[in-house]
């Protein structure tokens, strides 16, 4: 698919099928991540794959947000192996991870498999339930799946402002 349709026709998807993702198609997904850009290439992410349904039901006690979908990606990174910017104030943490789960959810569009970026949670019940390490912080969990039938972008999803009320040149 050209990288235009990728980006225009993407959309975050609320309603799954039960239909499982192929592991070709979750291993390209989660590959996209991989190799994705990090500060001093510190590759700090991790990412967990759900897909067993006591898992699923954990996530669903920290988010009604799955929309029922048959596997969830939960976006960390390393606390203690970020890189710190100069004036101490910031470290690439979330910048990182969030450049990681672009770099999926647009590989997910590219591999005919539908997405939904999942920011309605609380980070540390998230890491709680699921038993992550400490020195991790969860930034995002990803659906991903297969929409359901009927099931398509929300009414807004393709309004844009126009590029001079976003972009300034200076």
Known sequence: MEFTEVVKGRYSCKKYSDRPVEK????????????????KNLQEQRVYVVQSEQMLAKIDE????????????VVAFDKNNVFTYPGE?????????????????????????DSCWIN???PEKMAKVLGLPENEEVLMAMDLGYAA???????????????????SYL
């Open 24 to 39: 070709e198609k979750l291993d390209a997904i989660l590959e996209a991540g991989r190799v994705a850009p990090t500060a």
């Open 62 to 73: 920290v988010t009604p947000c799955r929309y029922g979908a048959p596997t969830v990606l």
């Open 89 to 113: 104030k910031r470290d690439s943490g979330i910048e990182d991870a969030t450049i990681v789960a672009t770099h999926m959810i647009l590989a997910a569009y590219n591999e005919g498999v």
């Open 120 to 122: 309605f949670l609380d």
């Open 149 to 167: 039938e009927g099931a398509g972008a929300l009414p807004n999803h393709f309004s844009r402002k126009e590029i001079g009320e976003t972009v």
